[in-house]
């Protein structure tokens, strides 16, 4: 099971960023997770730039997501709604078919960003038809740094939700496979 984590900040000491990038050492070895963390390279999003005229770093986010059996996204809120540059990052999504029915659930480092999460969970329901907004992980670390971060999922209850939130996503995934065709729907 391979899941994309993307962060919605560009800040280089990001609390969401950090969330993520704990993932991976609290998930079982049957889930491998990659880390996003590259929304501020891409160009901003134009529909002329769309098909063969896709630039390249674009072109390799889009294989991301394609190669992905699943999608986490962690993000902050900017003017309470999603950063720009999230934004952005989806735009490029949506007129490709990967991300039609990928399975997405949300991560948020913050006890702030309600506005942005329910924002997020509209735009997200508009371009999957597998985006689950009841598997979500919270956890309240906004200002620490990622290091302390880091330290704070290690404790048993972090670490515990952080595996259940891990666990029923990748179950999400795996029911939300397509079903291959049988002889009878031929
Ligand atoms: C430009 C800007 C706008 C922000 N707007 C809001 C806001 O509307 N509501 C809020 O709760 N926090 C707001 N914040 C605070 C961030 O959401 C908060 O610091 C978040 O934890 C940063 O996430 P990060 O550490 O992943 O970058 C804003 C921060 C910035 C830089």
Known sequence: MKLLAISGSARAQSTNTALLRAL???????IAIEVFAGIGDLPVFSPDREGDATPEIVRAFQHKIAGADGII??????????????????D????GEHVIGKPIALAHASHRGDDMLQTL???LSTISSNFNPGIFL???????????????????????AAEK??????????????????????
């Open 92 to 95: 490029w999504l949506v007129s």
């Open 165 to 186: 939130f891990l666990t029923d996503f990748t179950a999400f995934c795996r029911d939300s496979r397509p079903t291959k065709p049988s002889a009878m729907d031929l």
């Open 73 to 90: 996204i962690a993000s902050p809120e900017y003017v309470r709604t999603l950063p720009g540059g999230l934004k952005n990052a989806i």
């Open 121 to 123: 969970r509209t735009v």
């Open 24 to 30: 991976p050492n609290l998930a079982p070895p049957t």
């Open 138 to 160: 919270r956890v309240p670390v906004m200002k620490q740094t990622p290091e302390a971060i880091a330290e704070f999922m290690t404790q048993p209850a972090k670490r515990l």
